[in-house]
């Protein structure tokens, strides 16, 4: 049932736990990656000089970087042999570049996936179970639905006994679910999930596909299109249709109004599958209030007190992963799990704020117009790492802030050059916008003092080093793809139009009106001039960030593995690959099944 390698690492480590303790060994010790792991702010790129691209990276790297063409170098990073990459101009790359290029690369998991026997094909979803699928969720549902189906029959033969239901974790509008609970698995599905709006999408999907069926209402089709009539345009707004049928009908009208989706019925069918939705917002992995809630239908006592449940998920957000693998240990019905985790910007931190010893990472600070309390101060024991072993390393642990975790999403792989050039110019704009923000008191620099140190109390942060302090954090959010494509000047229009007009930054509204309302298109365009030229430098250091946070994925997901193998419980544990790469990049599953 496990893989012949519990870790997808390179076949160069004879053992997974030889990988894992290099792996550990290499994010303690390695400054330049620590540097791009954790200590690197892109907006806060232009605030020192003569800049963070040459105070993060080695300086035997500076000239050649620069010499190179953005994507070309690109290439180098993630896709070229580093040791026989060619370059137009002649030049070699440096060796320690080359070293580190190739230490991250090993240290990666790898992200194949495994080649189907010959012969064999995966069920298609039908047209109605796929319907408000885009090709990405195709891939991601047609696979996982084969995998796990695979994984409980896999256990039942082992153990003679079958998983009885799956539980989806925040199963949105459960397309996972529905996929099983079709043809060809016919399985029973619990879908957990917390926002009633995706359950009501989900239940009309469910329509669609066969596996609920609508009460019949009979109406009287005269006094329908009369209804129609009085509506108008506006039949989507349940306000409006709701007043037109009491215009038509009075208070008559129950026979008129829509379905609700809690009015919808499954059947229980032998041999067909079957839906189950139990709203909850989880905030550990103790699933014992959903498991109380599963409908056991006309089963005999003896049957009804057997469930044998798989925790399952497609890309379960933050602390949702964590909530999934520790259901395995936290519950005795849930006899395996199945996650494959996304979203690590949205993962909680377990040990607090970084100390003297972390001496590049930051710690995570929030946005002075977002919430007050800092994340890393949480110490949220549902956070990274969950594991005693990563908890614990040489003493302080391993910690991964959000700038680390954020870049951890990132998939460079599958950067195009037309995307790569947006986000590029995205992250210029609003370092230069930071600049300017700092110069005009919008924001002020932070002083970063981990174990409170008396010597830095009073210090003027301007004469300290970029990796001792930072500016106020400031949260814009998404703007409208138009700011971008005007230039600078129209893009910081857009972000102090917002940052004055929105209601959630409604109370940064007076700064923004004191500081930044009267900027000139004049004084824009001198920051433009004098900052263009070292779009470059950002661009270089944006592309190693991304390629080194490879490795904040590798820790995230040993992590997991690893607290699953200091379980008890737990008879096998391993991670392989479930989706193709270029079509969904977080592609990783976490298995672990109970003795």
Not at 266 to 275: H, I, S
Not at 340 to 346: A, E, H, Q, R, S
Request: with cysteine; glycine share 6%; proline share 5%.
């Amino acid at each position: 049932m496990p893989p012949s390698k519990p870790l997808p690492c390179s076949d160069e480590f004879a053992t997974p736990e030889e990988y894992v303790e290099e792996l550990l060994e290499f994010a303690s010790t390695c400054d330049t990656w620590q540097i791009l792991c954790g200590a690197v702010h892109v907006v806060d790129f232009f605030i020192t000089e003569p800049g963070l691209f040459y105070a993060a990276l080695p300086e035997e790297w500076h000239a050649f970087l620069l010499s190179q063409d953005v994507m070309r170098l690109l290439d180098f990073f993630v896709r070229d042999d580093p040791d026989t990459a060619t370059f137009e101009d002649g030049q070699s790359p440096p060796e320690s570049l080359v070293s580190y290029i190739k230490t991250v690369r090993r240290l990666a998991l790898r992200r194949e996936v495994k080649t189907p026997a010959a012969g064999t094909t995966l069920p298609p979803l039908t047209r109605t179970v796929s319907v408000g699928m885009n090709p990405k969720k195709v891939h991601e549902v047609k696979n996982f639905a084969d995998y796990v189906a695979r994984l409980s029959s896999d256990i039942a033969a082992d153990e003679a006994d079958e998983i009885t239901h799956f539980v989806d974790f925040g199963s949105g509008q459960n397309y996972l679910g529905r996929a099983l609970a079709s043809e060809p698995y016919n399985r029973r599905v619990i879908a957990v999930e917390g926002r009633q709006n995706n359950v009501d999408a989900a239940k009309s999907y469910d329509t669609q596909s066969g596996l609920a069926i609508k009460p019949k209402i009979f109406r009287n089709k005269k006094v329908w299109n009369k209804i129609l009539e009085v509506v108008g345009p506006n039949k989507s707004d349940p306000d409006a249709m709701a007043a037109a049928i009491k215009e038509v009908v009075g208070d008559e009208g129950d026979n008129f109004r829509k379905i609700g989706s809690d009015e919808l019925e499954y059947t229980v069918e032998e041999g067909k599958g079957l839906l189950q939705y139990i709203s909850g917002r989880l905030d550990n992995g103790d699933l014992s209030e959903v498991i109380e809630k599963i409908d056991r239908g006309d089963a005999e006592d003896d049957e009804k007190k057997r469930l044998k449940l798989m925790a399952i998920s497609i890309h379960s957000c933050g602390n949702l992963s964590h909530y999934g693998i520790r259901s395995l240990v936290l519950n005795p019905d849930i006899h395996a799990v199945a996650i494959v985790g996304c979203c690590y910007n949205l993962v909680t931190e377990k040990l607090g704020p970084p100390t003297y010893k972390h001496g590049y990472l930051r710690p995570t600070l929030q946005a002075v117009n977002g919430r007050v309390v800092k994340e890393s101060d949480k110490r949220d024991p549902q956070g990274f790492p969950m594991s005693e072993k990563l908890s614990t390393y040489r003493g302080q642990g391993i910690r991964a802030n959000i700038t680390a975790r954020m870049m951890a999403c990132q998939a460079p792989q599958n950067w195009t050059a037309a995307e790569s050039d947006l986000f590029f110019t995205r992250h210029f704009y609003r370092a230069v916008l930071q600049k300017i923000f700092l110069d005009r008191g919008a924001v002020q620099e932070v002083l970063y003092n981990p174990d409170n140190d008396p010597a830095l109390e009073g210090v003027d942060p301007s004469t300290l080093g970029p990796f001792q302090k930072s500016t106020s954090p400031l949260a814009i959010g998404t703007l409208p793809k138009k700011s971008y494509s005007g230039g600078l000047a129209q893009y910081i229009r857009a972000a102090v139009t917002k940052l004055t007009t929105s209601k959630d930054y409604k109370k940064f509204d007076e700064v923004m009106q004191e500081t930044m309302v009267d900027i000139s298109d004049e004084e824009i365009e001198s920051y433009l001039k004098r900052f263009e030229a070292r779009k470059k430098e950002l661009c270089i250091v944006w592309s190693l960030m991304a390629y080194s946070a490879t490795l904040i994925e590798a820790l995230m997901v040993t992590d997991r593995w690893v607290w699953l193998k200091e379980q008890d419980e737990v008879k096998d544990a391993w991670v392989e690959t479930v989706f193709d790469f270029k079509q969904s990049p977080r592609n990783m599953v976490i298995v672990g099944v109970k003795k």
